[in-house]
């Protein structure tokens, strides 16, 4: 039941993304009132790595966030850093090991979460609906090439931010994904994964989308060729979008369960699970496709 939307601006003008991808959820918040997130792609901080890190659900967040802020000096220059509310956001001289990176931040405290890392990705999530992250994050004023957006209904695990959409693939900077459905052999792939020493950070089966692609992409493959590989190896109902820094795409699964549509002009090529979140965010004159049983699409420059 949960909404999904993707938006890939083809126009010189960068200025509305936060404000399109936003009103595109908000045309699907009836479909997932739980929580509501989006993953935005920006210029970046001139090369710097730009993390989100949650600091946990009963913290002070002040004091974690100085010590998070401490820890990340010990990998490079910290070249600026802000709380709001429960998440910090620090630009970062670093060209390391992400994941070396990640362990150290999040020891710092207890709930302690990357949400994101990345030169270009942003993601910012909470529990609610999709207007709580312009009232709390001022998503709206977002400059960016691209991004996707999740509205969420739980169906099986907790409701908290760390269970919201979008996910990043931890240890993979710059990707993050968003899924309609069910991965009905997400626990076979787990169980595979932690044995080769991944870390999961929640029971969300959605999860796994972002770990596959991660390890397709460690093997030697292509986006367009992990995507392609998925419709094989991922098992149940999948609508899923994925991102990177120069590429938005979608898949929907061989039996076409849950809703998927896209349009695509001169000027933007988008995707949602409805078509009122087009109608509501794009104007002009442009037809709505349903994606078929197997499609996948790559948009990317």
């Not at 999961?200 to 995507?227: H, P, V």
């Not at 590989?229 to 899923?240: I, K, M």
């Not at 995707?271 to 948009?299: K, P, S």
Request: glycine residues 12%.
């Amino acid at each position: 039941m949960c909404g999904i939307v993707g938006f890939w601006n083809r126009q010189e003008d960068t200025g509305g993304l936060g404000r399109t991808i936003l009103k595109m959820l908000g045309a699907l918040d009836c479909r997932g009132p739980d929580s509501a997130g989006v993953a935005l792609y920006g210029e970046g901080q001139n090369g710097r790595m730009v993390l989100r890190v949650s600091l946990g659900e009963h913290a002070d967040y002040e004091a974690t966030a100085r010590r998070v802020v401490a820890r990340a000096e010990a990998f490079g220059a910290v070249g600026g850093w802000a709380r709001t509310e429960e998440y910090l956001r620090l630009a970062l001289a670093y060209g390391g090991d992400a994941g070396e990176l990640e362990l150290a931040i999040e020891d710092a405290g207890e709930g302690v979460e990357v949400v994101s890392m990345g030169r270009r990705l942003e993601i910012v999530k909470q529990v609610g609906s999709p207007r709580n992250l312009d009232r709390s994050y001022g998503i709206s004023g977002f400059e960016g090439t691209h991004g996707i957006g999740h509205t969420r209904l739980s169906t099986e695990s907790r409701i908290d931010l760390s269970h919201s959409q979008p996910f990043w693939a931890h240890g993979h900077p710059d990707l993050a994904i968003v899924h309609n459905g069910h991965i009905t052999n997400y626990h076979k792939l787990r169980r595979i994964y932690e044995q080769e020493g991944a870390r999961f950070y929640t029971e969300n089966d959605s999860e796994i989308i972002g770990m596959y692609l991660r390890r397709q992409l460690a093997d030697g493959k292509d986006l367009e060729a992990a995507m392609a590989a998925s419709l094989v190896d991922l098992d149940g109902s999948f609508s899923y979008l994925v991102a990177t820094p120069h590429a938005v795409g979608f898949v929907r699964d061989p039996y076409s369960f849950k809703p998927l549509l896209f349009a695509e002009t001169d000027d933007f090529a988008a995707v949602a699970t409805e078509e009122i979140a087009f109608r509501t965010a794009l104007d002009g004159n442009y037809d709505v496709v349903e994606a078929r049983a197997r499609d996948m699409r790559l948009w990317r420059n």
